[in-house]
């Protein structure tokens, strides 16, 4: 069974026009993320909910938001993309206070900007 | 600071040969360490994990990692590689200890497989 769920798993978008993904949740974690992966390198995390307090890493581009209205659900806004912009999306989630740090991941939307 | 690093980028074995991947960390607290296995076009999968007990660690695929305090490192091996192996491989710890926190990931490092 599917725990963490993204849609779409691929998107193709126009240069500049606004795209959202979407991630939801089975799992009822209390912290998701949002990770940037681009070709032949590591995941690098551009911020995460922890309950409903928003995280932002510090060179994380403006033009990614996010939001995530209730527990099971997070999207991730791109308000402008750029062809630099296309890469790998990857949604996680953990429990913080299990004491056990790890992330369970979807299975990614891979963003194609034209 | 915590910080992992991956030695070796590419890794090329053959099949029924030993898989040793490696991985060194840093971390001013004890941490948390990961391994995942990333196949093409998929998300992370969490192979095995370390977090207190046991410093061998068993996981899924008859793969096992062994934490070493002493030499700061956290090697993923398997004694006979399989075609089905052949994927990306992600070291991490875990930014908060204690806690499910965010990941630092070592570079990754591709695995081949050769028949």
Request: neutral net charge; glycine residues 8%; aromatic residues 12%.
């Amino acid at each position: 069974d599917a725990m963490v769920i993204q849609n779409p798993r691929y998107q193709v978008t126009q240069f500049g026009k606004p795209v959202t993904l979407s991630c939801s949740q089975t799992l009822n974690h209390n912290v998701m993320y949002w990770y940037q992966q681009k070709s032949s390198q590591a995941p690098k995390l551009l911020f995460h909910y922890y309950d409903k307090d928003f995280n932002n890493e510090a060179d994380t581009p403006d033009n990614f938001q996010s939001r995530r209205p209730n527990t099971s659900f997070c999207f991730l806004d791109i308000r402008s993309p750029g062809l630099g912009d296309a890469a790998m999306y990857l949604c996680a989630t953990s429990r913080v206070g299990e004491g056990q740090g790890e992330a369970f991941f979807g299975q990614g939307t891979r963003l194609t900007v034209v | 600071a915590q910080s992992v690093t991956q030695l070796g980028s590419h890794v090329s074995v053959s099949e029924g040969a030993l898989v040793l991947l490696r991985c060194n960390y840093s971390s001013s607290v004890p941490p948390y360490l990961f391994w995942y296995v990333q196949y093409p076009n998929q998300g992370l999968q969490l192979l095995l994990k370390y977090t207190t007990g046991a410093t061998l660690v068993k996981g899924i695929n008859g793969f096992e990692a062994e934490f070493k305090k002493s030499e700061t490192s956290f090697h993923l091996t398997k004694p006979s590689a399989h075609m089905s192996d052949a994927a990306e491989y992600f070291c991490a710890v875990s930014l908060l200890y204690n806690q499910g926190g965010k990941l630092i990931f070592g570079q990754g490092t591709e695995l081949s497989v050769k028949p």
